[in-house]
Nanobody, 115 residues
Framework: QVHLAESGGGLVQPGGSLKLSCVAS????????VAWYRQAPGKQRELVAS???????YYVDSVKGRFTISRDSVKNTMYLQMNSLKLEDTAVYYC?????????WGQGTQVTVSS
């Protein structure tokens, strides 16, 4: 069973940057497509960015050009570099794979963008 632990969130001003990390207790090397998700207050969880084992990336339109997803399969870690943060990026961020069945969700990491 894979346990996911996200970290790196915090309070940042608009235009600032954060880098999130997700460490998997088990191997995620067999997960073809892994992703970062986020859930803002009162909204459904949405997929923000994904990364396939072949290196293909996907970004939701609202973060294109600002966020970069990457993974280190050796370290069982994935990252989300977030630049030019906006107020609407405020949410709890989670990592997981894309295909079902998903791994158990971690606790997430809170990102708050506020002036």
């Amino acid at each position: 069973q894979v346990h996911l632990a996200e970290s790196g969130g915090g309070l940042v001003q608009p235009g600032g940057s954060l880098k999130l990390s997700c460490v998997a207790s088990g191997s995620i090397s067999s997960d073809n497509r892994v992703a970062w998700y986020r859930q803002a207050p009162g909204k459904q969880r949405e997929l923000v960015a994904s990364f396939t084992s072949s290196g293909t990336t996907y970004y939701v339109d609202s973060v294109k050009g600002r966020f970069t997803i990457s993974r280190d399969s050796v370290k069982n870690t994935m990252y989300l570099q977030m630049n030019s943060l906006k107020l609407e990026d405020t949410a709890v961020y989670y990592c997981n794979k894309v295909s079902f069945p998903l791994h158990a969700w971690g606790q997430g990491t809170q990102v708050t963008v506020s002036s």
